[in-house]
């Protein structure tokens, strides 16, 4: 399933996960850099057992030890419920390793994406796109996260700031917390006019008006638009002078 760039996909994840559970068996992780953490999240919720006895060199059993990578690999695969139903978020993130994994497991499964990666596994996957989330439920989400911050919001500074939001979930979410740091109006670094093409556009022009004095023979236009053009482009060179910067942590 695909959506918008920081859309609610976790939150379809939940609402998916929360319809399904009584027809499936449901397992649901997030691949966070560790493969282990990965498979023990979904033997867990499918009540795979994660150790296995410890033997000594008489071969008898002293204790339990934890299941190497591959062995959790072998037994999910192994212990897998017949209705079971792999959620996983965030699906673009998983390791190679663990999509070729996937591919080999015969498993109901729904993965989430920002865009579709169309390689591997989701090659064989059928592609339904998200739609944007309305206006109601972005508003919810907003006093969700106020409810949850202890930030008391009118309804009309909540019509303000959803204004901001659009219609994205997440970016909501985010416009409440800084709202309650008092951030909201602040200038960002980002908000400036780039002007390089109205500079590029007066060269071009100070070009062409040299050009048109050395066909007419006029030698007045001819040196005016000369000396424009490098004046221009020298002012240009020196605009890009900056002091010296100092190091993070100097």
């Known amino acids: 399933m695909l959506g918008e760039f920081g859309g609610s996909l976790d939150d379809a994840a939940n609402a998916i996960e929360f319809e399904l559970r ?4 449901i397992a649901k992780a997030i691949y966070k850099g560790s493969g282990k953490n990965f498979f023990k999240a979904l033997a867990n919720a499918f009540d795979i057992d994660t150790t296995m ?3 000594n060199a008489d071969r008898e059993e002293i204790g339990e030890k934890q299941m190497t990578l591959d062995e959790l690999k072998e037994e999910i695969a192994a212990n897998i419920p017949a209705d079971a139903l792999l959620i996983l978020p965030e699906a673009r993130r998983l390791s190679t390793g663990i999509r070729f994994w996937l591919e080999d497991l015969s498993c109901r499964m729904c993965c989430f994406s920002l865009t579709n990666p169309n390689r591997d596994i989701f090659l064989d996957m059928v592609e339904i796109e998200l739609s944007l989330p309305d206006d109601r439920t972005v508003r ?3 006093e969700c996260e106020a409810s949850s911050i202890g930030l008391n919001i009118s309804a009309a500074r909540f019509s303000q700031l959803q ?4 219609r994205n979930s997440s970016a909501a979410r985010k416009i409440i917390r800084q709202e309650k740091l008092g951030l909201i109006g602040k200038i960002s670094h980002n908000q400036y006019l780039d002007i390089q ?3 590029m556009a007066m060269f071009l022009g100070f070009g062409m ?3 048109i004095g050395m066909g007419t023979g006029n030698r007045s236009l001819y040196l005016i638009g ?4 490098l004046l221009g482009m020298g002012l240009k060179s020196l605009g890009r002078i900056s002091g010296p910067r100092r190091k ?3």
């Open 248 to 250: 993070v942590g100097s």
């Open 197 to 199: 093409p109205l500079v």
């Open 22 to 25: 009584d027809s499936f068996s």
């Open 53 to 55: 006895p410890k033997l």
């Open 140 to 142: 919810e989400a907003m």
């Open 163 to 166: 204004s901001y939001a659009g």
């Open 209 to 211: 008006l040299r050009f």
């Open 226 to 229: 000369g000396i424009c053009m």
